[in-house]
């Protein structure tokens, strides 16, 4: 069997979250993954994950630098949609403690790409080799970046990207949390808009994005695992996992 992914982001296009990660479940598993900051609109992508398969790897990437709230509100989402493998991704410890001695302990204050890169996309580059495709709670609506993003992209390496919440507004993410009683970040109702690590993450203000709370004050947007790997033409045809089931 082949992905068309041409055909499948134009039928997806149509689709509502729930059957894309359905979609990805029944063709990826057990080699998928789904990424998570456990941030203000995590509980969307969570909640059809584990309404699909609970035993899907939640990737949380501990950059030993997050909100205590943060950490606390992984917990309760873990266990009120029965999340049964949340991992944490951990800096190489040879790596992170030289940055730390390197920069007097504050490398997100004198170099945030570098403390992102040790932290974030190098753990998370190497958890990926042991997955087929990974789903992220991405929107369109977030950055200038996000804007082209497709539903499903292949990358280098030959894993899939799944991005299934990409058509959703803000208002649409808080409105189907609303729905679903699922609980806020605790810090949402502090102006947290969007939540990262705590140095780099402060409230909104009125009238800025959602995001402009992220890197304050600096040109960053992205800390890199959304960028850091090359996406292929999808104008080709290319091999699903043996053994593939799902369809649309």
Known sequence: M???????????????????????????????AATSSFGPESGVLLSLVGKA??????????????????LEYK??????????????????????AKLMEEHQGKPYETNPDLCCQINKVEPLDGALKNYRAWMSGIRRHQTDHRKAVRIV???????YKISPLVNMTSRDAWWYLKENQIPTHPLYEKGYMSIGCWPCTRPIQDGDDERSGRWAGKAKKECGIHTFKEVKSDKEEVEAPKDSGGDI
């Open 2 to 32: 082949k992905l068309d992914l041409e055909q499948l982001n134009s039928d997806f296009e149509k689709s509502t979250p729930a059957e894309i990660v359905n979609w990805a479940t029944k063709t990826f598993a057990p080699e998928l």
């Open 53 to 70: 398969d609970p035993e899907t790897p939640i990737l949380f990437l501990e950059t030993g630098f997050h909100f205590p709230e943060t």
């Open 75 to 96: 917990k309760q989402l873990t266990k009120m949609f029965g999340l049964k493998k949340v991992l944490d991704l951990k800096a190489d410890p040879v790596r992170r």
């Open 153 to 159: 992209e292949e990358y280098e390496g030959g894993i």
